[in-house]
């Protein structure tokens, strides 16, 4: 009998197949992550995307150029102001067309809110993976000051619909920036309460460092840019690289990871990045108000946008990374073909690299710094 | 130190009925009481965990749901009513099994969890003479008992026939037992010192000379380690990753619903007061009145001091346990498993041994 | 460097191996020449083309060429090129996954919607649609399914009322 026990064709051990999602609390939506395991080991993960493809790209083929921003939006719903703003530049490249200065500034101005409001969700969640749930409502609550912004912009919380090709479709309301300064005023001590919260704290530093090491070069070679990129130490942002609207006009830092707590490029500086982000966005939203000049803003707008025929990579800084729109024309109201450059669709094909070795906890940990959002992956 | 049990026997002896008919109507009396105990901890601690919560987060927590039409105050105790609303739709809600499921112990494990926090709270100490059986090996009894509920938390989530349950189950079992042992180090030096496993010697003890916390800087590091172990022990934040929601969906409960995962609820609150109200009468002095240490008060207001009041000091110390535990939960982030099993087996346990061997030494000193 | 200089450092090193398009900037490769072009992007110490964008697939409308346009950059040297290769329904183009692991997923995302396949490519299968789809949607000439395992497509606003 004893030996029997110790017989391995008996009592066998072996890979057991874990599928975590496509409903799953942690896959920030509907991804599913083929797990294989040898107790909390992870040996083999594969993600499986594709659960929320909405058609995005058929869909621009049937649509003419001002009705495709609505379908941007829905793309990265956490940060649709970015997506408008992406399309809209590579629209405006293909037209080749100049635009007022103010609505340079005011794009600059939404982008940044917006970057600061996609971060926010991004720290959130993220500590929400690790367990901790307190800093994930106070960062929402704080989100919830720059939705009301927002809304007051352009009336909506969530999908804006906001920035257009040529221009954008409201001038700014009345005491709009003043509620901005008012907002920065509120937010720039949160930081420091977050901190303080969760960033420092030990049980989250013994948790993120050292975990899921995105070697640098491992980073570029899989296309992951943003703040996970970032994060590895690379100094790669489109903002300061290829500079793009009214960004030179403006003095920021790129935040880049340290390797404070661990290694250079663990989660916790991935993490750490998007939190230096917010207050270098905060800079920038500082000085665009203070140097806005007056102006129309619908000066520019195009009565049809009707390119001509040609191609054109337009490229963007989001808050996930670099997204870009390649646009074909044939010359008529309608493009050819829109295809888009998600950066989570990347930053998501390194999770199997960087996260086999790992604990499943890790796994989440790893998962939730890398701030995938499912609509923009799927598209 | 009489019990409960002990003062009804006697009352029920003048009465001259048989035995066989006492006993069982001692022991139904008992088990209503500890029940309705249970349940109303249940229903007012989650209350008060989701008011701490809203605090904790700038929120308002439940405010709408209230009893009878009396909704409770506008700003702080709002919604009082909600927790009895979630219990009765626990209670009506479909109870599902799923088909792959081993059906007899899935059903049987909540009862098996039910019942070991259930047990538990006979040996219980709520004040002096305020006991349902009072035990010469109290101690030992509490610790055995609360033990019992792993064997159905193991049976839970091997049952469900889920792998998020399985692991759950698997978390659970290493965890728990694991943290037993410095509960049981830390038990084990307060014993050696008061000499008894009778938690009314111990107390007697503390009011002898001083409440254990106080009583040398080892007993002080013991009451650390039992405190977060007993944090352990209860699957709460940090150390809740049996349950691990963001990773585990829900850990060995997953698969249940309704009255059954009522139970595995009530049965957590249970288990957070027992292990508060034992951690206040072991180390915090039990019924002893804090103010006893600093013989402030004037004559008329001795009677605080007294036995009069020792459920109120009892439960007081027991609920700023519970409040602390609940602090925890809304601040920490989660361990890993592998950390937590470092925490248990390189931290706690070796300084746990240190600490009996210190105190022993201590004891011969002085 | 700019694009002229790109081209003619290229063109130094593998000489009628790239061709220009007129009045774009802008790299077209045959599928035959491409691996050894890209792994000279990829490792000539002053292209250094580390970054792999895009991979964008294109239907030429004809029913027969199809395309794919590589987006690159250099994240240490910072300069910027596109290349094209095009192929007629069938023939296949080499995979650069091997090179730039970013190829892979773009790679299996312009099989699965306009069909082009890569050759060596580590797992050449769909990504986002399911895997018993029929068709590259993005193809001109596609025609939607009506039915799909047995659920009726929705095709016009009638299905909703």
Known sequence: ?379 | MTSIFDSLQITFSGLNLDLMIVLPAIALMGGTVIFLLMAVNALVAVYFERKVSAFMQDRLGPMEVGILGFKGGKRFWGGIGQTLADAIKLLVKEDILPNDADRVLMILAPFIIFTGAFLTFIGLPFAENLVISDFNIGVFYIVAMSSVGVIGIILAGWSSNNKWSLYGAMRAAAQIISYEIPIGLSLLLVVLVAGSLNFGDIVQWQADNRWFIFHSPFSFLAFFIFFISIVAETNRTPFDIPEAESELVAGWMTEYSGFRWALFFLSEYANMLIVSIVASTVFLGGWLSPLQMFNVLPEAWLFLDGPTLGLFWVFLKAIILIFVMMWFRWTFPRLRVDQLMYLCWKVFIPFGLANLFFISLWELLF | ?161
Not at chain 3, 26 to 48: F, G, M, R, Y
Not at chain 3, 117 to 144: A, C, M, Q, V
Request: proline fraction near 5%.
């Open chain 3, 1 to 161: 460097m700019t694009f002229s200089e790109i081209t003619d450092h290229i063109e130094s090193k593998t000489s009628g191996k790239i061709s220009l398009i007129e009045g774009k900037d802008v790299i077209q490769v045959t599928p035959d020449n491409w691996l050894e072009v890209a792994t000279l992007l990829k490792d000539d110490t002053s292209l250094q083309f580390d970054y792999l964008m895009c991979i964008s697939s294109y239907d030429k409308g004809n029913n027969k060429t199809y395309g794919a346009a590589y987006n690159f950059f250099s994240v240490q040297l910072n300069h910027y090129i596109e290349v094209r290769v095009e192929v007629e329904d069938g023939t296949s183009i080499p995979s650069v996954a091997g090179l730039w692991r970013a190829a892979d997923w773009h790679e299996r995302e312009a099989y699965d919607m306009m069909g082009l396949h890569f050759e060596n490519h580590p797992d050449l299968k769909r990504i986002l649609l399911s895997e018993d789809w029929e068709g590259y949607p993005l193809r001109k000439k596609y025609t939607e399914p009506d039915y799909y395992h047995g659920m009726p497509v929705p095709k016009d606003k009638s299905y909703w009322d």
């Open chain 1, 1 to 379: 009998m004893e030996e029997q026990l110790l017989d391995k064709s008996v009592i066998e051990t072996g890979e057991m197949v874990l599928n975590m999602g496509p409903q799953h609390p942690s896959t920030h939506g509907v991804l599913r992550l083929k797990i294989h395991t040898d107790g909390e080991v992870v040996s083999k993960i594969e993600p499986i995307i594709g659960y929320l493809h909405r058609c995005f790209e058929k869909h621009c083929e049937k649509l003419s150029y001002e009705q495709i921003v609505p379908f941007t939006d829905r793309c990265d719903y956490l940060a649709s102001m970015h997506m408008d703003h992406a399309y809209s530049l590579a629209v405006e490249k293909l037209l080749d067309i100049e635009l007022p200065e103010r609505v340079e500034y005011i794009r600059v101005i939404i982008s940044e809110l917006q970057r600061i409001a996609s971060h926010l969700v991004a720290v959130g969640t993220f500590g929400l993976d690790v367990g901790a749930i307190t800093p994930f409502t106070w960062t929402i609550r704080d989100r919830e000051r720059v939705l009301d912004l927002f809304e007051a912009l352009c009336g909506a919380r969530l999908l804006y619909n906001y920035i257009w090709p040529g221009g954008v479709s409201h001038d700014l309301p009345p005491k709009f920036l003043e509620r901005t300064i008012e907002f920065l005023e509120y937010f720039d001590p949160q930081i420091d309460e977050l901190n303080n919260l969760l960033t420092t704290n030990k049980i989250f530093i013994e948790r993120t460092a050292d975990v899921g090491v995105l070697p640098p070069e491992v980073g570029i070679n899989y296309g992951v840019t943003g703040p996970s990129l970032r994060g590895s130490g690379v100094n790669f942002d489109l903002r300061k690289n290829e500079p793009y609207s009214v960004y030179p006009n403006f003095d920021f830092d790129v935040p880049l990871g340290e390797g404070i707590m661990g290694t250079l490029g663990d989660s916790w500086d991935r993490y750490y990045v998007r939190v230096l982000e917010m207050r270098e966005s905060a800079k920038i939203i500082r000085q665009a108000i203070e140097q806005l000049p007056d102006g129309d803003v619908h000066a520019a707008l195009p009565k049809k946008v009707r390119p001509n025929a040609g191609e054109v990579y337009g490229r963007y800084e989001s808050a996930r990374g670099d997204v870009g729109f390649y646009i074909i024309s044939n010359g008529k109201n309608i493009p050819l073909r829109v295809k888009m450059r998600s950066p989570a669709f990347c930053n998501l094909s390194v999770l199997s690299e960087i996260s086999e070795g790992w604990m499943i906890s890790d796994i989440i940990a790893i998962l939730g710094s890398l701030d995938i959002v499912l609509g923009e992956i799927d598209r």
